[in-house]
């Protein structure tokens, strides 16, 4: 399978500021692929390094095994749709998507079908006439991404396209994104801070933390199995349990990962397991979140609907299944 | 998919490979954006300055009239002779009224559009303002020449109105009388104020647009008599707009000699004296000297301004 | 500030607003009204009778025309540089940050902040110094010196409005620098350079301060009229050209309003 993007040992510094430190990473080609991470953690700034808004100060960036590194934006085949989609407010729709053919000199003509073509594709069709400003926020991404697509780029990055649509807009613009990638078989480069988002939509997912990236896998692999405490605490809002926990009730040493819907609550104070005294309860809807105290450790569980709930104040004893407390390696 | 590769091939001819250059060195793109502004402004205008600067270093002979070129500071010590002083102090004491009566004038406007006028009345009132700001300031000052004239507007109306006896126990006082009010401290008074007026209105308003209205009406909410309400509220908020109005004011009267030359008395103001010393009596020395005067005033002005954070309100 | 209620203003307030714009503009209005006057000795009012025939006069006066001639050549050169200059500055400070960026700013205000008569002296003495002679050059000299100002405060505050990955999105989609520049840059910035440059047409077409100094010889419309008001001869034709100069410089003044106005509606529904 080709690399779509490659890093190797790749850093960008602004003076004592680490932004991207000595990272590898290794981008599939045709893959949907998501860098998560919390704001200032490096994942925008790698993404915008492989668009060429930045050059790297150390290492060596490969797209297509090309080299990237000194090849300014308009000269990588790679497009962006941007988080605030920059638009361009002196364009109308049409000639907004058509920007890309313009300036590589195609035929008013053409460009102005191809990019009627990309619009219905983005399920826009009879926009072409409007300006930007006269759009709504899910219209003007949609008008972001065929943009962005009617280069027919060979990598196509998204930096968190969809933090400013409302959540059910934003589920649905999930929804077709994900068939788009699909359809077309382009590369996508994906950066968002929302674990849900990428969980739920890549194949592979890079967790980034100050300016490293510690972990990367499928979802399942992240979400199951995380590598470090950050990456059980940052994705799904994992238990973090301590050693000594973790040797006392499943005999490894280690810090140890627990997610909140594995855990089972029993009634019978006396029962084999964990000990706990119930703190408060929330509903969530399909389930509900009960926070625990066990021996001045705090535990989330999370009971699907029609368990039984405990009362606030109650002693109870958790029990989970042994396979499903993940043991990480070292320190964390 | 050979037909699209992922990178580019470089476009030919000089515009890509300067464009290419740009990209690769940001800073030479800023250096020859910065290069011809900074050479006209640093040669042509810096330059200029400092040689003006220079010459108040110097002195001129008294019997020859020409200039010698050592250092030397009695060219300074010739501001301090009583004529040259009283210019001075004449110069600033105007620049004092007219910016205290500016903000006077000023204030009822500015609140006015800053928390009354909407929508079409915003926008008037911001044309009101500007286009006496940038019409003409010598018809300005001809206007004025009209209005102050012994057989104009002015004094026509004080007849009408059976007023003259006013004037004329106004134009017997001393200082500010003369023989008519285009001949007097008053009449350059009044022009200087209409003149510089805009220049006080708008960073005013521009304050007092950020002084939040439920301030204002949480103050009397909690039972502020209005005049409380100002002094304690909305006065120092609109502090730095009135000190960033002031700059104006004040600097523009303080080099000002077409005013005072056109409408006044014969006594001059630092302007007229730069003027008269670097044309007819050819002394250099002593008008860049002169000129140091406001930049020195200024200077001090500025920086207690800074500290009053002023500089946000213009 | 706004009175969140719909709140009347208290009538001495209203009065004082009142009186302070009539202040502001019956001198302005006194100048239409004496561009008619047939009283051509005095500056009496209320005027004996009105007339049009200082028109006539004033239109066949050729040195009105020469002053007005240079004017608009002065002018238009002044706001040419000024324009190039202005946007230079203004693009190298808002684009990046660089040590000195506030002494640019500085050094770009300074020829306004400092009072005219410096500028204008200094100028004066320099060009006797390296031994320039005056002439129309010496005066274009001064007023792009305290127009590029204008331009700059104009250019930086449409930039500073420009969304920075607007020009990000062009290089993206293959444009490069210089169709960068044409495509996207310059119809951004577009009306508020040309709401800068009327503004700075303005400011050099009624300079005067600083052109005495520079003119030598030559006299621009705001030095014709100076001469007029220090010692008046033709006192009708005074009128008129003030009236037209007042007409003159209006124009710009309201299509800039209205460019700027209209501009920044459009940039800030990009957002």
Not at chain 1, 81 to 93: G, I, K, T
Not at chain 2, 18 to 42: I, K, Q
Request: net charge positive.
């Amino acid at each position: 399978m080709t690399t779509a993007v490659s890093f190797s040992q790749v850093s960008r510094h602004y003076g004592a500021v680490k932004a991207v430190d000595r990272v590898d990473l290794d981008v599939r080609e045709g893959e949907f692929f998501a860098m998560l991470g919390p704001s200032g953690s490096g994942k925008t700034t790698s993404l915008r390094l492989i668009a060429g808004f930045e050059q790297p100060t150390a290492g060596h960036i490969e797209i297509f095994g090309e080299t990237a590194e000194g090849v300014p934006p308009y000269r990588r085949n790679v497009n962006t749709v941007f988080q605030d989609y920059a638009l361009f407010p002196h364009l109308n729709v049409v000639d907004n998507v058509a920007y890309g053919l313009m300036v590589r000199g195609v035929a008013k003509a053409e460009r102005r079908r191809a990019a009627e073509e990309v619009l219905a594709m983005v399920k826009l069709p009879g926009y072409g006439d409007r300006r930007p400003g006269q759009l709504s926020g899910g219209q003007r991404q949609r008008v972001a991404l065929a943009r962005a697509l009617v280069n027919r780029p060979k990598v196509l990055l998204l930096d968190e396209p969809l933090g400013a649509l409302d959540l059910k807009l934003r589920e649905q613009m999930q929804e077709e994104l994900k068939a788009l990638q699909r359809q077309l078989g382009i590369t996508f480069v994906f950066v968002t801070h929302d674990q849900g988002e990428a969980l739920s939509m890549a194949d592979r997912v890079a967790v980034f933390s100050e300016g490293r990236i510690t972990q990367v896998g499928t979802p399942q692999e992240i979400y199951q199995r995380p590598a470090s405490r950050f990456v059980a605490d940052f994705v799904g809002s994992s238990n973090v349990l301590p050693p000594d926990f973790v040797q006392r009730y499943c005999g490894q040493r280690g810090w140890g990962s627990l997610r909140p819907e594995s855990i089972r609550i029993q009634a019978d104070a006396s029962g084999d397991g964990v000990p706990a005294r119930v703190l408060s309860k929330s509903y969530l809807g399909a389930a509900t979140r009960v926070v625990l105290d066990a021996d001045g450790l705090r535990i989330n569980a999370i009971l699907p609907a029609g368990a039984r709930l405990p009362d606030d104040g109650e002693a109870v004893v958790l029990t989970f299944n042994r396979e499903t407390l993940h043991v990480m390696g070292g320190e964390g | 998919m050979s037909a699209n590769p992922a990178i580019l091939p470089r476009r030919g001819g000089v515009a890509g490979a300067l464009s290419d250059a740009f990209w690769r060195h940001p800073g030479l793109l800023l250096f020859l954006m910065l290069t011809p502004p900074v050479l006209w402004l640093g040669i042509i205008y810096l330059g200029s300055l400092f040689a003006l600067l220079a010459q108040s270093f110097f002195s001129i002979d008294e019997f020859s009239g020409l200039v010698q070129y050592e250092f030397t500071l009695k060219t300074y010590g010739e501001l301090l002779r009583a004529q040259n002083l009283d210019v001075i102090v004449r110069t600033v004491v105007m620049a004092a009224i007219v910016t205290l009566a500016a903000a006077a004038v000023a204030f009822p406007i500015a609140y006015f559009a800053a928390r009354y006028a909407k929508g079409k009345w915003k926008a008037f009132f911001y044309l009101a303002v500007m286009l006496p700001l940038w019409s003409s300031y010598l018809v300005k000052v001809y206007a004025w020449k009209l209005i102050l004239a012994k057989e104009g507007i002015l004094n026509w109306l004080l007849a009408k109105l059976h007023l003259t006896w006013l004037l004329e126990a106004w134009l017997s006082l001393p200082i500010v009388g003369g023989n008519s009010l285009s001949f007097s401290y008053t009449g350059t008074f009044l022009v200087f104020l209409y003149v510089w007026l805009p220049f006080m209105i708008l960073p005013l308003q521009a304050a007092l647009e950020r002084v939040p209205g439920n301030l204002v009406e949480a103050s009397s909410d909690l039972g502020a008599a209005p005049a409380t309400t100002f002094r304690h509220v909305i006065f120092p908020l609109a502090l730095p707009g009135l000190v960033a109005g002031s700059i104006f004011t004040f600097s523009l009267t303080l080099g000002d000699y077409i005013i005072p030359q056109i409408v006044g008395t014969s006594r001059l103001f630092i302007g007229q004296a730069v003027y008269a010393h670097q044309g007819t009596a050819g002394n250099i020395p002593l008008a860049a000297a002169f000129t140091v005067v406001p930049i020195v005033v200024m200077g001090f002005y500025l920086w207690g301004a800074k500290r009053l954070g002023a500089f946000d309100a213009m | 500030m706004r009175a969140d209620r719909n709140e009347r203003a208290p009538l001495p307030l209203t009065i004082a607003a009142a009186a302070g714009l009539l202040f502001l503009h019956l001198p302005i209005l006194l100048i239409f009204v004496y561009a008619f006057t047939t009283e051509d000795k005095s500056y009496a009012w209320p005027p004996p009778g009105f007339t049009t025939k200082w028109f006539a006069v004033t239109w066949n006066r050729p040195d009105v025309w020469e002053a007005l001639t240079l004017s608009v050549k002065v002018a238009s050169i002044s706001t040419a540089v000024a324009l190039v200059l202005g946007t230079l500055c203004a693009a190298a400070v808002s684009r990046t940050k660089f040590f000195g960026r506030e002494t640019i700013s500085l050094l770009v205000i300074l020829p306004i902040a400092l009072p005219g008569i410096i500028t204008g002296i200094a100028l004066r003495s320099a060009f006797s110094l390296a031994e320039i002679p005056f002439s129309t050059w010496t005066i274009v000299l001064g007023h792009a010196t305290f127009c590029v100002v204008v331009v700059y405060n104009n250019a930086v505050a449409r930039f500073r409005r420009t969304s920075a990955s607007l020009i990000e999105a062009s290089m993206d989609l293959g444009a490069d620098g210089f169709q960068t520049f044409r495509y996207v840059i310059l119809p951004n910035i577009g009306t508020a350079l040309l709401a800068g440059g009327m503004l700075a047409f303005a400011l050099s077409f009624d300079e005067v301060i600083v052109t005495t100094f520079t003119a030598g010889q030559q006299a621009t419309l705001p030095i014709w009229m100076l001469e007029e008001l220090v010692r008046p001869r033709q006192r009708p034709v005074t009128n008129v050209v003030a009236m037209v100069v007042v007409i003159v410089t209006f124009l710009p003044i309201l299509a800039a309003f209205y460019l700027t106005r209209d501009g920044d509606q459009i940039a800030g529904a990009g957002k």
